[in-house]
């Protein structure tokens, strides 16, 4: 299977992942989440970690339940701006814009494991919570759906349920918490490289390079 060239085709800043900005009760409240889950953190260790009072924390957030929310959605929206980026990146090309767009989840997946490691937390938020971190989830799951049928409307890629591809390529994607450490013997950018690759084959992208050629006519004698 051909790859898609991962040189830089535009502006390569949403290869870049930086530690994100949050608040200290966000920044506490994550490792506490991430050490003990979010069942197991209470508002008290929270507060205590933070250095400030369990009714400061309730007048920033409201409830446990809202910190949770904040950190979601400031990781999903984080996700998706950096997708719109990375596809845009792509230029004109299905392929190398779902490579992009997988390259740039997987990066922000690997780099910065805590908050995506929050995935599994989101069975604790009341509907109306769930509902609000959905509508920013979509817009991922819309986009890379998008790609994928412009490739396939195109005869770049082939394959014969655009949606469920879209849905199998994320999950994939959303796995990586569950086994990715950063002590490992993989670095952030070769995961991405070969989620980008597998990516591609499960849509079944062809390179041109790869397509075979047709005979030319014979002509009669």
Same mark, same amino acid.
Not at 101 to 121: D, N
Not at 175 to 198: D, F, L
């Given at each position: ?38 069942? +197991? ?20 957030? /409201?409830?446990?339940? +809202? ?7 400031? !990781? ?14 792509? #230029? *004109? *090309? ?18 910065? !494991? ?5 995935? +599994?937390?989101?069975?604790?938020? !009341? ?6 971190? #959905?509508?920013?989830?979509? +817009? ?13 409307? #195109? ?5 014969? *349920? ?15 918490? #569950?086994?990715?450490?950063?002590? /490992? ?37």
């Amino acid at each position: 299977m051909a790859t898609v060239s991962s040189s830089v085709v535009g502006n390569p800043h949403w290869r870049s992942v930086d530690p994100p900005k949050l608040s200290p009760i966000l920044v506490h409240a994550l490792d506490a989440f991430y050490e003990n889950g979010f069942h +197991g953190t209470s508002v008290r260790e929270i507060a205590q970690r933070v250095g400030v009072t369990i009714p400061a924390l309730y007048y920033h957030h /409201g409830s446990k339940e +809202g910190i949770l929310l904040a950190l979601l959605e400031y !990781s999903t929206s984080d996700v998706l701006a950096r997708a719109h980026s990375a596809k845009a990146d792509g #230029r *004109d *090309d299905p392929a190398q814009q779902l490579s992009n767009v997988i390259e740039a989840i997987v990066l922000r997946m690997t780099t910065r !494991s805590r908050l995506a490691a929050l995935e +599994g937390e989101v069975r604790y938020l !009341s509907p109306e919570n769930l509902l609000r971190y #959905r509508v920013v989830r979509k +817009g991922i799951e819309e986009l890379v759906l998008g790609i994928i049928e412009d490739g396939n409307e #195109r005869g770049i890629f082939y394959t014969a *349920d655009p949606a469920e591809s879209a849905r199998a390529v994320l999950a994939m994607c959303q796995s990586i918490p #569950r086994w990715y450490h950063a002590e /490992g013997n993989m670095a952030p950018e070769v995961v991405a490289a070969k989620y980008s690759e597998i990516a591609l084959t499960a849509v079944g992208y062809v390179s041109a390079a790869a397509k075979p050629r047709k005979r030319a006519p014979s002509t009669p004698t």
